[in-house]
């Protein structure tokens, strides 16, 4: 069955069949699925009141060792965004009362983040909603073919990272 990538790849190769086209056969899918990926995980995550940024530092403090804290460098670490974003994410989720910020007990000029009970609540609500999210955008893959799938993704990150 052939896809919109097919068509852009045989009019390349009828337009220039001196390059190797190969590369947008992968990549414009990925391209492609990503953003089928982030529309569903975006309306997953309103649903919850949530987005995909709010969603992130709340999943990682939820998964984090109990009592579910973390250093606003911790969270940056995770999420890979830069201090500015973490400081305005968790200013949003310290308004709704998702997360509270103390002093640090070890170190005086630090911050812990913390996950409140109502934030805890959410993210256990929204999870089960994202998992399902995601079995139905790889519905189409058997769990062996997931798990190829992710194998190959990793290997690629990790020779691009």
């Given at each position: 069955m052939a896809d919109h990538v097919d068509l852009v790849l045989s009019?390349?190769?009828?337009?220039?069949?001196?390059?190797?086209?190969?590369?947008?056969?992968?990549l414009g899918r990925l391209n492609r699925f990503a953003r089928v990926v982030e529309a569903a995980q975006r309306e997953t995550?309103?649903?919850?009141?949530?987005?995909?940024?709010s969603f992130d530092v709340l999943a990682?403090?939820?998964?984090?060792d109990p009592p579910h804290c973390l250093t606003p460098t911790e969270l940056m670490r995770s999420s890979m965004v830069t201090s500015g974003a973490i400081t305005q994410r968790l200013?949003?989720?310290?308004a709704r009362g998702l997360v509270t910020r103390k002093p640090s007990e070890v170190d005086g000029r630090?911050?812990?983040?913390?996950?409140?009970?109502?934030?805890q609540r959410l993210v256990d609500a929204a999870l089960p909603d994202h998992l399902a999210t995601g079995h139905r955008l790889l519905a189409a893959?058997?769990?062996a073919g997931r798990?190829?799938?992710a194998d190959v993704l990793r290997t690629l990150l990790e020779s691009a990272e």
């Open positions: 009019q390349w190769h009828a337009r220039r069949p001196d390059l190797d086209v190969s590369p947008m056969a992968v995550f309103a649903r919850h009141g949530l987005d995909r940024a990682t403090l939820r998964r984090s200013d949003r989720l310290e630090g911050v812990v983040v913390s996950l409140t009970e109502e934030g893959l058997d769990p798990d190829a799938l």
